[in-house]
């Protein structure tokens, strides 16, 4: 029953219509061409650094459509060559689409704990969206591609033009189960994947470790945490999702929005008691849909409430059992 819920809520998370957009920021020593996919793509953000030779991508996008999309984008303001793909975190909507940078020439670079966390994620994913969302028959759901290049812990980038790219592979899982962020000096900015949703509600399904969703927002503070005390304070924060922001900023209100998030799914459960049970039945929805309604309230000028509805399940589920068990003690 609770699979068919989750199922019927991915339906109403990617039905929303919308149009993908692109934009251009340009630094001091070079440029940053934003795409950003519709809800059919989860309003997921490719970055591309466009550097004096080359360009560095930076998450591939859920489908290999949506990744041929970002590219046509890019080819609106640059044709240089793109150089390297970079996985920042092993979700789909990061590494669905690489096999189209592969094509364009790209090397696809990961972390060790990244590139052996997608095969597991990929498994999960797939047969979630095939078998139970029903969006995609089985040999039409995107294959991972292998990565080109692993690292441990971190390595740079070093591009024709001398530009250098620091990767580093931050010390607890994030919004995933591992986080990669890079940072290019020369120009203060930091790509960071989804473990930054400025202005934006974020993915509290957690990383997929041993075949189930584990969030861990203590240890996805940790990361912010380590962020801040890595990079100057006016670092520029390219997100996932959401909008870029200066790192001091982006870290204060991510920190403030994961625990107040964690306040309002115990507030419900607790206020529910044995009856938060519900969450496994068939009138689920009606709760992720109310908890995504309190989210609003507490956050109201953030973007994409259905990501709380579709993805705020894993955070639930991490609680639940917990307050069904003390529930059922006080009652004894």
Known sequence: MKKTVIASLAMMAISTTGCAIS?????????????????????????FYEGEKEVVAFDAQFTPELAKQSIAELRKYTDKPISWLVITHPNPDKFNG??????????????????????????YKEYFFVEMAKMFKKDEYPQPV????????????????????????????????????????????????????????????GGIV????????????????????LYPA???????????????????????????????VENQLKSMGSNSREFNSSNSGSLYKELANKFQEHFPEYALPYMIEYGVYGLVQSKLQRVILKSESNRR
Do not use: C
């Open 146 to 205: 292998s990565i080109d290049q692993i690292f441990n812990g971190k390595t740079h980038l070093v591009l024709r033009g001398g530009e250098q790219i620091e990767l580093r592979e931050l010390s607890h899982p994030g919004v995933s189960s591992t986080q990669t962020v890079a940072y290019v000096r020369s120009t203060g900015a930091l790509f960071v994947g989804d473990l930054v949703h400025e202005k934006a509600h974020a993915w509290l399904e």
């Open 98 to 123: 690489a096999s189209v940078f592969k094509d364009q020439g790209a090397q696809i670079i990961a972390s060790k704990s990244t590139a052996e966390a997608i095969p597991g994620v990929h498994a």
């Open 210 to 229: 041993d075949g189930k969703p584990t969030p861990t927002i203590d240890a996805w503070i940790s990361d912010l945490q380590e962020i801040a005390s």
């Open 23 to 47: 934009t251009l920021n340009t630094t001091k020593n070079g440029r940053i061409i934003e795409f950003k996919s519709d809800a059919n793509g989860f309003d997921t953000r490719t970055f």
């Open 234 to 264: 006016e670092t520029k924060v390219y997100g996932g999702r959401g909008v870029t922001v200066d790192l001091k900023t982006a870290v204060k209100n991510q920190i403030s929005y994961l625990r107040m998030a964690v306040q309002i």
